[in-house]
């Protein structure tokens, strides 16, 4: 299987992942991931994954690579070397899935299924039509999952479709006893980070409120989460790879981040998630899935849909105007197990106006 972009996603994809490892006809399938560098640490986390290989595919990272025979051959030799006889190409709706498709041909991959909106000629046994063969605005997991279908591969039926991971260490060490709030304030991009000092009066208010709370971030983030944390939260930036942070998740009442790899990986944990959501891409597709979720930002913004990497609104209107004590009721709600249907609603609106979009 391959997934060649971030943690996210590949997250998003654990639920393809399983069908695909439980085989047809009762006889179970040893799934390989391929991933791209950001992803690979992700899918070492997803049940059902035997091994990963990792190749940077010079339409997905950011800077990419150069295209030489050497890069080409590198992703052969991986294909060759595991020998695997097919393959299911899991992809967003904006990416296609034949650049990969040709070089699984060229390391003889005898079957390969993949959805494309382009023509697919001998690169694809099984190819699904977005739009056609389903609808582009679902969950992404759901989309991975028809993709898998569409190659014969169902989820088992005591299997629910929930994100998960496995093999998590001990982190008690690091974080203490619970219950305690998590807050992220990293983002992959610009164009979905909520301000640092809102975060830090966020901190500051869920402390006062009662709240422990430990702030999390990438060692490249140190800078931002102690400004985040001050002088009360726990600051763990740069003491966690993607499994401790996984387990720091499982123990927190509420996790408090954008949408970003940290948000799936809350989701694959069970945590609640109030999610600082960007609408540069669609919620309806992007939200944390399957557990109970506090969806805030302006979905309506102007920068909706435009899959934006740095804010192309001045002042960031989106994220900026959301205050955080309104982040501090959506801890409160989530943590006394109280849905919100305003949140379902903004989903639901968002879903709507892409649909308008789409047909103009």
């Not at 605005?137 to 088992?156: K, V």
């Not at 763990?236 to 996984?246: I, K, V, W």
């Not at 899959?307 to 105007?321: D, I, K, W, Y």
Request: net charge negative; charged share 20%.
């Amino acid at each position: 299987m391959a997934r060649l972009d971030s943690v996210g996603d590949v997250l998003l994809a654990g639920p393809a992942v399983r069908a695909v490892a439980a085989g047809r006809g009762g006889a179970p399938s040893e799934v390989v991931m391929l991933c791209g560098p950001q992803g690979a640490p992700a899918a070492r986390l997803l049940p059902g994954v035997v091994d990963v290989l990792t190749w940077a595919a010079p339409w997905i990272v950011d800077p990419a690579p150069p295209v030489t025979s050497g890069l080409l051959r590198e992703v052969i030799d991986h294909a060759e070397a595991c020998g695997a006889t097919e393959a299911v190409i899991l992809t967003s709706f904006h990416q296609s899935p034949l650049p990969l498709a040709l070089a699984l041909r060229l390391a003889g991959i005898g079957r390969i299924t993949g959805a494309s909106v382009d023509y697919a000629g001998s690169l694809l046994d099984v190819r699904l039509k977005p739009g056609e063969d389903f609808p582009e605005d679902q969950p992404e997991a759901e989309r991975a999952l028809r993709i898998a279908a569409a190659a014969g591969y169902q989820l088992p039926p005591d299997d629910d479709g929930r994100l998960l991971v496995t093999g998590l260490p001990d982190v008690s060490n690091l974080v203490g006893e619970a219950p305690y709030v998590v807050v992220h304030p990293g983002a992959a991009v610009p164009a979905r980070a909520w301000p640092p000092l809102h975060h830090a009066a966020a901190v500051e208010l869920l402390t006062a409120a009662g709240f422990r709370v430990v702030v999390t971030g990438g060692p490249a983030e140190a800078g931002l989460t102690a400004t985040v944390a001050g002088p009360e939260g726990l600051d763990l930036g740069g003491r966690t790879d993607l499994a401790s942070l996984a387990a720091v998740l499982r123990g927190a009442s509420v996790v408090i981040t954008g949408n970003t790899g940290p948000a799936h990986l809350a989701a694959a944990v069970g945590t609640p998630v109030a999610c600082l959501f960007s609408p540069v891409v669609p919620a309806v597709r992007w939200a944390p899935y399957k557990v109970p979720v506090e969806l805030l930002g302006d979905q309506g913004a102007p920068c909706a849909l435009s899959r934006a990497r740095t804010c192309p609104v001045p002042g960031h209107p989106c994220l900026s105007s959301v205050q955080p004590e309104e982040v501090v009721d959506a801890a409160r709600r989530l943590t006394a197990g109280v849905a919100s249907l305003g949140s379902r609603r903004r989903i639901g609106r968002a879903e709507a106006r892409g649909r308008e979009r789409r047909s103009q």
